[in-house]
C-alpha cells in the first residue's frame, strides 16, 4: 500500500517559517518525482514545487516560492521537505504531497497552513 504522510503544518505569523514532511512508503522512493501543490479557498490549486529524487538538483518552483521555499529530498528516510520562509498570508491554504512517476501519481491527505498577519 502506498502511503504519503504530510506533517509540519500549522498556524504562524506572516513573516514566520514552516517546514512541511512529506514521508513516503510503499514505493520505489528514488524512482518518484515529489512535490507540493496548495489549495486554498476560492483559489485554483497551484503546484508549489517539486524535486526529482533521482536528481536532487533537478527542482521545480512556482513564482510565488521563488526565493522564500526550499524543497529538499532525503533518500534515505524517503521523506521529501518543503522549507517555507518568509510566510505571507496568501500562503494560507492546504499542502498536498504528491509523488508521480511514469502513469503513477499518489496523494498525500493535506496538511494545514495558515498564516495570520
Known amino acids: 500500500e502506498v502511503q504519503l504522510v504530510e506533517s509540519g503544518g500549522g498556524l504562524v505569523q506572516a513573516g514566520g517559517s514552516l517546514r512541511l514532511s512529506c514521508a513516503a512508503s510503499g514505493i520505489t522512493f528514488d524512482e518518484y518525482a515529489i512535490g507540493w501543490f496548495r489549495q486554498a479557498p476560492g483559489k485554483e490549486c497551484e503546484g508549489v514545487s517539486c524535486i526529482s529524487s533521482t536528481s536532487i538538483s533537478n527542482t521545480y518552483y512556482a513564482d510565488s516560492a521563488k526565493g522564500r521555499f526550499t524543497i529538499s529530498s532525503d533518500n534515505a528516510k524517503n521523506t521529501v521537505y518543503l522549507q517555507m520562509n518568509s510566510l505571507e498570508p496568501d500562503d494560507t491554504a492546504v499542502y498536498y504531497c504528491?509523488?508521480?512517476?511514469?502513469?503513477?501519481?499518489?496523494w498525500g491527505q493535506g496538511t494545514q497552513v495558515s498564516v495570520s498577519s
Open positions: 504528491y509523488a508521480a512517476y511514469d502513469r503513477r501519481a499518489y
